[in-house]
């Protein structure tokens, strides 16, 4: 399904990739093949390294809030209709030095350590958006 978005994310020649890859359903991440440091956000040289020898490969998306924010007025009118919502900062399994933002979906409270795994929603053809969704107590690990 497409989202009926107003706006959307202006993907750059470094990000491009992993916005195409959230509109088809993966979340990827740029991977260096020099050292192995997973960076995030996309850029064109590695965070450890200063490599460009770069890939995206796609990881699991399930990971841990390490921090949160609960956005009670917004300023982006597509994001009304969901105000108050959380906006929590996820440490990736794969890397434990890469947090990614997005929407924490449902009404769960957001606590620090909380087992969380990637939603992803289609926005055009070129691009996607992420949001987590907290796994049920039964499945946290």
Not at 4 to 11: A, T, V
Not at 23 to 49: F, Y
Not at 79 to 99: F, G
Request: contains cysteine.
């Amino acid at each position: 399904m497409i989202s009926e978005r107003r706006i959307k994310p202006l993907p750059d020649e470094d990000s491009r990739d992993y916005w195409r890859a959230l509109a088809e359903g993966r979340l990827d991440i740029q991977h260096c093949r020099d050292c192995g440091q997973r960076t995030w956000p996309p850029r064109p040289v590695c965070s450890k390294c200063f490599g460009e020898n770069l890939q995206f490969n796609t990881v699991s998306g399930a990971g841990e809030i390490y921090s949160w924010i609960v956005v009670y007025r917004s300023t982006m009118p597509h994001m009304m209709p969901y105000v108050p919502y959380t906006l929590a900062l996820v440490r990736l399994d794969e890397q434990h030095d890469i947090y990614i933002p997005g929407r924490l979906l449902g009404d769960a409270v957001a606590e620090r350590g909380m087992r969380v795994r990637a939603v992803i929603e289609k926005i055009d053809d070129e691009t996607g958006d992420l949001a987590w969704s907290p796994l049920s107590s039964a499945n946290r690990a």
